[in-house]
């Protein structure tokens, strides 16, 4: 049996999950926390511009719909600030045509709540997968 190098070891994943309902943020939580996952939480954009600027993240889960700094406007604001942090954008309205463009322009994927558990650990896979791909790039 071969042994793991440290190397070789899955750093821990850094997420911040942006909603405005705890409900959402917890579900989030839990299903994150057994993916070798490290959770922070935001309820809205404004509250995820601040920890985004004071910490270190590789993945931002965001409800569209909230108070104060929507998800489009936290999305394009992360492509200028942050354009190495992956984004998934996840709503329970429908989406408009210039909402479409800017998550296809932005967005790692998009979730259509109810949130699916199989779908999440796709995406926490899928951006492990681009972060090795840009660290053996370097």
Same mark, same amino acid.
């Given at each position: 049996?071969?042994?793991?190098?440290?190397k070789? %070891?899955?750093?821990?994943?850094?997420?911040?999950?942006?909603?405005?309902?705890?409900?959402?943020?917890?579900?989030?939580?839990?299903?994150?926390?057994?993916?070798?996952?490290?959770?922070?939480?935001?309820?809205?954009?404004?509250?995820?511009?601040?920890?985004?600027?004071?910490?270190?993240?590789?993945?931002?889960?965001?409800?569209?719909?909230?108070?104060?700094?929507? =998800?489009?406007?936290l999305?394009?604001?992360?492509?200028?600030?942050?354009?190495?942090?992956?984004?998934?954008?996840?709503? =329970?309205?429908?989406?408009?045509?210039?909402?479409?463009?800017?998550? =296809?322009?932005?967005?790692?994927?998009?979730?259509?709540?109810?949130?699916?558990?199989?779908?999440?650990?796709?995406?926490?896979?899928?951006c492990? %997968?681009?972060?090795?791909?840009?660290?053996?790039?370097r």
């Amino acid at each position: 049996m071969k042994e793991r190098s440290d190397k070789d %070891a899955i750093d821990p994943l850094h997420v911040l999950v942006v909603d405005d309902e705890p409900i959402i943020r917890e579900l989030l939580q839990a299903m994150l926390c057994n993916m070798q996952v490290s959770v922070t939480l935001a309820g809205n954009g404004v509250e995820a511009q601040r920890k985004i600027l004071s910490g270190s993240y590789q993945l931002v889960i965001t409800d569209i719909n909230m108070p104060e700094m929507d =998800g489009i406007a936290l999305l394009r604001w992360l492509k200028i600030k942050k354009p190495d942090i992956d984004i998934v954008v996840m709503t =329970g309205y429908d989406l408009t045509r210039d909402m479409l463009k800017t998550i =296809g322009d932005t967005a790692m994927e998009c979730f259509v709540k109810p949130l699916e558990p199989v779908k999440v650990h796709a995406a926490v896979q899928h951006c492990r %997968a681009r972060i090795r791909l840009r660290d053996n790039m370097r």
